[in-house]
C-alpha cells in the first residue's frame, strides 16, 4: 500500500514549552493585570486566563497597551531561564537539509522577550515572522494568527503544521486546519515522512 505524503511547506511553534523552558508567576501576571485595569479604568477586572480576558474584555487601545506592557516587564525579569530544547533545533535542522525554508512563530509571549531569548542563543533569524502578545490580534486558542502567518506565506493552512505543547495550540491549530504536532511527537518525526517544498 503506497502512503501519500503530506505536503509540508511550513512550521509554525509555540515558544514558551515548545522551543524552550520559559514561565512566569502567573498569579504575579494576574494580579498585576487587575491592579493596573483598576488603577486606569476603576474597576478589577478577573485576568484568569489573562489574554482572553484582555481580548474580549478590554477594548480601549491604551488601556490594552498599559496592560500588554505589565505582561511584558514581568516576562522580561525570566529571560534568563530560557536554553533551547537541543531535541527541538536538531529536528528543526534536519527539516532544513531536507529543504524547508519556512519557520515562524505565534505564542502568546511578548514578541520582544522572544527576540532576546533567541538573540542570546544565536536562533532569531530562524523564525520569521514571530507573532505574540502585540501583533496577534487575537490570542490563542484563536487561530488568527495563525491564519494570518499562512497568509504572509501564500501557502494553505493544511500545508503547515504548528507544534506546542498545550490544549489552546492544538485548539487553535485545530481551528485553523492546520496540521498539529505536540512537541515531544514532532522531534520523533522523520522529515521524509513529508512532501516538502
Known sequence: MNHVKRVLKGIIFDFDGTLGPFSVDLVEVRQALAKKHEELVGYRLAFSPYLVTIDRHV????????????????????????????EVFRKIQ????????????????????IHQCLEKHGTDDLFEPVIGLRLATEHKPSPQALYAIVDQWKIAPSEAMYVGDTTPDAH?????????????????????EFKIS
Open 59 to 86: 477594548h480601549d487601545p491604551q488601556v490594552k497597551d498599559a496592560l500588554f506592557e505589565v505582561i511584558e516587564k514581568i516576562e522580561a525579569r525570566y529571560i534568563e531561564q530560557f536554553k533551547p530544547f537541543a
Open 94 to 113: 534536519e527539516f532544513q537539509r531536507a529543504g524547508l525554508t519556512r519557520f515562524a512563530i505565534f505564542a502568546n509571549n511578548a514578541e520582544t522577550v
Open 172 to 192: 487553535a491549530a485545530a481551528r485553523a486546519i492546520l496540521q498539529y504536532f505536540d512537541v515531544r511527537d514532532f522531534i520523533n518525526l522523520n522529515p521524509d
